[in-house]
Nanobody
């Protein structure tokens, strides 16, 4: 399976971007999908996830209320709508596909991921 994140770019603080995660060889609607980000010199951060079984979504405190994860099953993508962007949101954003490679937590929910796509760079200027 190959995952590809797209939609990154340069935006001013307060602006919006919409990231998209596409998969080849898998139907994303059959998997939990997550978004991670990694800023220069910082550890990878788990920021959003969506469940396959009920579509429930989960967010880190750092993005809750500003970001929204959703599925577009017709296009076989999972999107991350990012609003009210801040300079501290600057990072490479990666999508991840459900698996047993490692476990991660959001809002006390446990998610397992084992496949990460190529990231997309988001730069927020002040």
């Amino acid at each position: 399976v190959q995952l590809q994140a797209s939609g990154g770019g340069l935006v001013q603080a307060g602006g919006s971007l919409r990231l998209s995660c596409a998969a080849s060889g898998r139907t994303l609607g059959s998997y939990d999908v997550g978004w991670f980000r990694q800023a220069p010199g910082k550890e990878r951060e788990f920021v959003a996830a969506i469940r396959k079984r009920n579509g429930n979504d989960y967010y880190s405190n750092s993005v809750k209320g500003r970001f929204a994860i959703s599925r577009d099953n017709a296009k076989n993508t999972v999107n991350l709508q990012m609003n009210s962007l801040k300079p501290e949101d600057t990072a490479v954003y990666y999508c991840a596909l459900e698996g047993t490679g490692g476990y991660y937590y959001l809002e006390y929910e446990r998610f397992g991921f084992d496949t990460w796509g190529q990231g997309t760079l988001v730069t927020v200027s002040s």
